[in-house]
């Protein structure tokens, strides 16, 4: 499989940004998908998650209310809506799949694209 992230750039705080990730080779339909992010000198966590139907998702605690994961399964694309931004959300925001329908554990993705930098300014 293969991903591929983009729409990072650097905003001010409180701007908003939108990621996206195009996915081939598989049948994107059926994994679930998440999004993880690596911010200077940390590890990559995950922060959102979605099941393969795009029903069920999951987000890190830092980031419920402001961020949103969806998925276009015609369009085999997954997006991350990131409103409100604070400069603690900088970091390398990478896409990932795992061999799951849907899963919130960090250990069952296997598979991410290059990331996409996101700067938040205060």
């Known amino acids: 499989v293969q991903l591929q992230a983009s729409g ?3 905003v001010q705080a409180g701007d908003s940004l939108k990621l996206s990730c195009a996915a081939s080779g ?3 339909e059926n994994y679930g998908m998440g999004w ?3 911010a200077p000198g940390k590890e990559r966590v995950l ?3 979605i099941s393969w139907s795009g029903l069920t998702t999951f987000y890190v605690d830092s980031v419920k209310g402001r961020f949103t994961i969806s998925r276009d399964n015609a369009k085999d694309m997954v997006h991350l809506q990131m409103n409100s931004l604070e400069p603690n959300d900088t970091a390398v925001y990478y896409c990932a799949t795992s ?3 849907y ?3 960090q250990s069952d993705y296997n598979s991410w694209g290059p990331g ?3 700067t938040v300014s205060s």
Request: charged letters at 20%; proline letters at 0%.
């Open 8 to 10: 990072g750039g650097l």
């Open 26 to 28: 598989r049948t994107f």
């Open 36 to 38: 993880f992010r690596q």
């Open 47 to 49: 922060v959102a998650a």
């Open 99 to 101: 061999n799951f329908k």
């Open 103 to 105: 899963t919130r554990y």
């Open 116 to 118: 996409t930098l996101v």
